[in-house]
């Protein structure tokens, strides 16, 4: 995304069965007894060295956790017993059970400023910028290179973020390289994505993740909004040299490599973007909104395909939404405020289970809603994350608006707790939280 103008006002857009009395069991059933009971007590077995497993060795931070655990997650897609080695899928269940704990214990502002992604004009640390982390407990923060000065300016600043938040904070940024390098100050220039791809050498790309990743982590950057893995079709629009490659399969071999190499020492999460596929739009989003005429068939071969492979992978943490019209799928609003579309295809029908972020809210593509619709709406939809809002009066409307769809009803409370535990599952796979510590067995 495009840095946002924040000296001025931004556009705001928008369930046993027994025998009958008197008659005794067969033989037959009497063997079955005898064998559901074997297979009872193997079972009960399972459970009991499964709990030893995955026992924590430390006990969990008492200010995060309820005396009772609540429900079980409403939508388990991220767990599929029969894909997933028995091991692994405990575990899992019980860092799902962790997190929910700390959910029990967060109130409803708790939780909707979780997913705040805010933006800010700062160098350094002020008493506006703490308030604005502080009173709306917000979630996350993303760096513009106008907050760069230099590294160790950075990282002070970042630290003095993270010391005010209650929960430690995802810090993003868009390193892609190329035009949208927001290390410049600090790493200088670096080829962009379509340069990387053009080598076809994913060893190399790789390695130019896992130095990106360097870079970012030595600040406090946890979270990149990059690769691209829009398909480039189109001469004009907002993507260019952003993109790795023409063809789907150059995207998703490059963009892969470079994924591979940014989350390999588990310090930064990367972001595909900018889903539903800006690689045929012909227009830049910051300035008007599209509506695409692809098929259906084109979609899911082209623009889709690196999310389909990639997120097929597993290592997909994050996924970016964006403001364009997808006429195939939903006419009616952006694609960053479609459920068919976030909920429908990224979600239902790709099969994404991690944390989704919209592209900036600020983006004149949203400039015929208002902010509190373009708030409710992408929740509806399906993002986890709003990003960005620009001033602490823009990041009160949009938790108020939040705040206010769930007391009427039109978003349900565990829409919300579905959020933020994705959030919560993101921020404890790159160490932020203050996790158990499990037997090595389970691992």
């Known amino acids: 995304m495009i840095e946002p103008d924040l000296s001025a006002a931004p556009l705001p857009p928008a369930d046993k069965r027994r025998f009958p009395t008197g008659r005794a069991p067969s033989r037959s059933a009497r063997r079955w007894g005898f064998s559901l009971t074997l297979v009872g007590i ?15 060795l430390s006990p969990a931070p008492t200010t995060f956790f309820a005396s009772i655990p609540p429900s079980p997650i409403a939508i388990q897609r991220a767990i599929n017993p029969d894909a997933t080695p028995l091991p692994r899928f405990l575990q899992q269940q019980a860092k799902i059970a962790y997190v929910n704990n700390i959910i029990a214990h967060m109130s409803l502002d708790d939780e909707i400023g979780q997913m705040i992604m805010i933006g800010f004009a700062e160098t350094q640390m002020d008493p506006s910028l703490a308030y604005e982390i502080e009173h709306f407990h917000v979630g996350s923060a993303i760096i513009y290179a106008f907050n760069i000065k230099s590294g160790d300016q ?16 995802l810090v993003a940024t868009d390193q892609e390289g190329g035009s949208v390098n927001r290390m410049a100050a600090i790493e200088g220039p670096l080829p962009s994505a379509f340069q990387m791809g053009a080598t076809n050498n994913p060893s190399y790309v790789m390695k130019r ?6 870079t970012l982590a030595s600040v406090g950057i946890n979270l990149n909004l990059a690769p691209d893995v829009d398909v480039l079709n189109t001469s004009g629009g907002d993507i260019g040299a952003r993109s790795f490659g023409t063809t789907p399969s150059r995207v998703i071999a490059m963009a892969g490599a470079y994924l591979e190499g940014l989350q390999a020492s588990g310090k930064v999460a990367g972001t595909l973007k900018h889903f539903p596929g800006l690689g045929d739009v012909p227009v830049d ?4 909104l599209y509506t695409l005429n692809r098929s259906l068939t084109d979609l899911n071969r082209i623009d889709w395909a690196p999310y389909r492979a990639l997120i097929a992978s597993g290592n997909v943490y994050a996924v970016m939404s964006t403001h364009i019209v997808l006429a195939a799928v939903d006419p009616t609003r952006p694609a960053s405020l479609s459920k068919p579309v976030l909920t429908g295809i990224l979600r239902d029908q790709l099969g994404f289970n991690g944390v989704i972020i919209t592209d900036g809210i600020y983006m004149h593509a949203l400039s015929g809603y208002s902010l509190d619709q373009i708030a409710v709406d992408a929740v509806e939809a399906g993002n ?22 769930v007391a009427n009803g039109q ?19 790159l160490g932020l939280l203050p996790a158990p510590q499990f037997n090595a067995a389970a691992r």
Not at 154 to 169: E, R
Not at 285 to 288: C, D, G, K, S
Not at 384 to 405: E, F, G, H, M, P
Not at 417 to 423: A, E, F, K, L, P
């Open 411 to 429: 978003i349900s409370k565990s829409h919300i707790d579905d959020s933020v535990r994705r959030i919560l599952l993101l921020k404890l796979a």
């Open 285 to 288: 989003p910051h300035a008007t």
């Open 154 to 169: 950075l990282k002070t600043l970042i630290a003095g973020m993270q010391a005010d938040s209650s929960l430690p904070l």
């Open 384 to 405: 986890d994350i709003i990003c960005s809002t620009y001033s602490i009066q823009s990041t009160a409307q949009v938790i108020n608006a939040i705040k206010a769809a």
């Open 42 to 56: 193997l079972l009960i077995t399972l459970i009991a060295i499964a709990g030893n497993i995955l026992a924590p």
């Open 209 to 214: 993740g896992a130095q990106d990743a360097e």
